[in-house]
């Protein structure tokens, strides 16, 4: 067997007898010096390798043609009405869809962006509308004239007011005049104000009532809305809670629908809208409020392209200079939703990371039409990918973007408009790898490099401090 001794001469760590060692004031200093410095280095390394590191290259977007990228967003509009709210999706390969509403909600908004709570599911129907194929001029007026002096009145007396608010410049107004006149006459003559007074057919000139059209919510023209005694009720803001009538304009229609509704006084359950396939009629609630907050998403070929929103119908027209297009982006994002945990992940990933994902979030765009009329809100989106790798997977796929935005006076119907240009670059940060064999060899060189300075700077110290004494020894004798 091998003896104790034999295993001892391997020793590298001899030790020296405390008896023949010296403890000095310099050596405890430097001591504790090196401690702290070791606790120092220590705590700089541990956090240095609990940081992540990143490696940032721009590369080819590699997405394929047919990907498509998601926009969310969350966009209010105190002065367009829900009512003939569209947004659209075009871009330069051809598409073009007009009046998205699978993925869409609207929300009746005042001009303080306040709401009720209740989604506006309604809106123009998109057939197209059935008038009177012949014109008869000699249908004379039937209509009551109704005026911002004679209007709550006449709602009040009557059980049920069918109003034409039109204006006479419009298309659809005049095409909509002589079978309106018609039906007035028809409904005077069953229902006559002085004995019947059941029904009242009544037309608003907005033109010269524009403050009783602005007070009703009225921006299309014509608006034929129902009011009903007994269910009118006035909202906060003392406007009549009321329906509005999207059918055919032809006289036979429009007689056999008010026909219906005076037959349906009194009735507990009445239907307002009835499907097209029956008669082609539908009767739908009017929006409570002027403005309209639009959320949802759409989806988007990584091409050039636009989303738009503005006021749209088939049947309606609109005064352009009258309209407003303000609004306030509540949020503005692209791809998939970056939860609060992935934005955390983000931040720490890089401090730059993140910062353009949400560059509109909480802009306000306002303008005037009094003080200028016929303005498109224009918004030019840069749109950049970032692919965050980790160390065997994809993390984040996010998508930032730069934003500017113009006014431009719109030749046609105000809108808000979002152009879309998506990079063909991509950012590709990628997640670096810290070994912690790596961590315990800086661990060990920062012990015995703090240990080894502190050796020879005690030795330096000390020397000097004997080479001193023996000096002054040597003066002395």
């Given amino acids: 067997m091998v003896s104790a001794a034999k295993i001892k001469s391997v020793d590298f ?57 998601r926009v969310d967003f969350n966009i209010s509009f105190p002065f367009l009405s829900c009512e003939f709210a569209s947004v659209d999706v075009s871009d330069v390969l051809g598409t073009n869809r007009l009046n998205i509403t699978k993925t869409i909600r609207k929300y009746s908004i005042n001009r303080h962006f306040q709401t009720n709570g209740h989604e506006f599911r309604t809106g123009p129907v998109t057939y197209i509308i059935k008038h009177d194929e012949k014109v008869d001029e000699t249908y004379g007026e039937g209509s009551v004239t109704l005026t911002s002096r004679n209007f709550d009145k006449i709602t009040h007396e009557h059980p049920i007011v069918v109003v034409n608010f039109f204006a006479p410049w419009c298309h659809w107004s005049n095409r909509l005049s002589p079978a309106w006149e018609k039906t007035a006459k028809v409904m005077r003559q069953r229902y006559s104000p002085e004995h019947d007074g059941r029904i009242i057919v009544g037309s608003v000139d907005c033109t010269k009532e524009t403050d009783l059209c602005k007070k009703h919510h009225i921006q299309g023209y014509p608006s034929i809305r129902i009011y009903r005694k007994g269910t009118d009720v006035h909202d906060n803001h003392g406007i009549h809670i009321h329906e509005t009538y999207y059918g055919d304009r032809d ?17 507990d359950s009445v239907k307002h809208s009835t499907s097209r396939s029956e008669d082609y009629i539908i009767i739908r609630p009017a929006p409570p409020q002027e403005g309209c907050r639009i959320e949802g998403f759409v989806w988007v070929k990584k091409v050039p392209g636009n989303l738009i929103i503005s006021a749209a119908s088939g049947s309606h027209s609109f005064d352009a200079s009258q309209m407003n297009m303000s609004h306030v982006v509540s949020s503005l994002s692209f791809g998939s939703t970056i939860t609060p945990m992935m934005m955390s992940d983000m931040k720490r990933l890089g401090p730059y990371l993140g910062a353009g994902h949400n560059r509109l979030n909480g802009q306000a765009y306002m303008t005037n039409p009094e003080d200028r009329a016929n303005v498109t809100i224009e918004h030019y989106l840069q749109v950049v990918k970032t692919e965050v790798l980790g160390l065997s997977h994809k993390l984040i796929e996010n998508y930032e973007y730069t934003a500017h935005t113009s006014l431009i006076h719109a030749h046609s119907i105000p809108a808000a408009k979002f152009h879309l240009e998506f990079s063909p670059m991509q950012v590709l940060i990628t997640k670096n790898s810290k070994l912690f064999s790596h961590f315990i060899t800086n661990l060990c060189a920062i012990i015995g490099g703090v240990f080894t300075v502190a050796g020879i700077l005690d030795s330096i110290l000390y020397n000097t401090y004997k080479l001193t004494r023996k000096v002054e020894l040597g003066k002395n004798y």
């Fill in 251 to 267: 006289t036979d229609t429009l007689v056999m629908k008010l026909d219906s509704l005076v037959s349906s006084i009194g009735v």
């Fill in 13 to 69: 760590f001899r030790k020296t007898p405390r008896d023949l060692t010296e403890a000095s004031l310099s050596g405890a200093g430097i001591s504790i010096l090196a401690a702290i410095s070791m606790i120092f280095l220590f705590g700089m390394e541990l956090h240095s390798y609990l940081t992540i590191s990143t490696t940032t290259a721009i590369i080819i977007d590699k997405s394929s043609i047919e990907d498509t990228v």
